[in-house]
């Protein structure tokens, strides 16, 4: 039997704006305060016109997990990566292995911080629910190719349609 593809934050560059709700939510939602140093996602701007919203990518096989000489990260259901405030020293070996940059450092205390989806929230992430663009999905890596295809199709469709007139 197969395994349920796991689900993943896939962001539309073409609709961020780069406005950092995604930041300001995620640290209301994780530390009860408006400060994006707390968040767990993090908006990227690549000049001059591209915005992107990048969190944990929950790699099957996480180089961040292995790098952890203190064994602080595990991976847990849903492919999830859970920091262990209680073996976290703050080495920053996982920072530097994960290639998304998706890891943070919260100067407050001192640890590493990882997104975890909201797995706590009953309506699954903050960032994907309070998105003003809509720009942030919470889907399966094959749902998302699935709907990419449909949109190259119509494309297709539809130019193909203006060149016949």
Known sequence: MQKPMQKVLIVDAEKCTGCEVCEFTCSMEKYGSFNPVHSRIRAIRIEPIINIAIGCQFCLDAPCVNACPYKALEKIEKGIIKVNDDKCVGCGFCIRACNFGAISFNLKTQKVIICDLCQDRANGPACVE???????????????????????VTTLLESLAKQAK
């Open 130 to 152: 309070y998105c003003p663009k809509e720009c942030i999905e919470h889907t399966t890596l094959e749902a998302f190719a699935q709907k990419t295809r449909r949109k190259a």
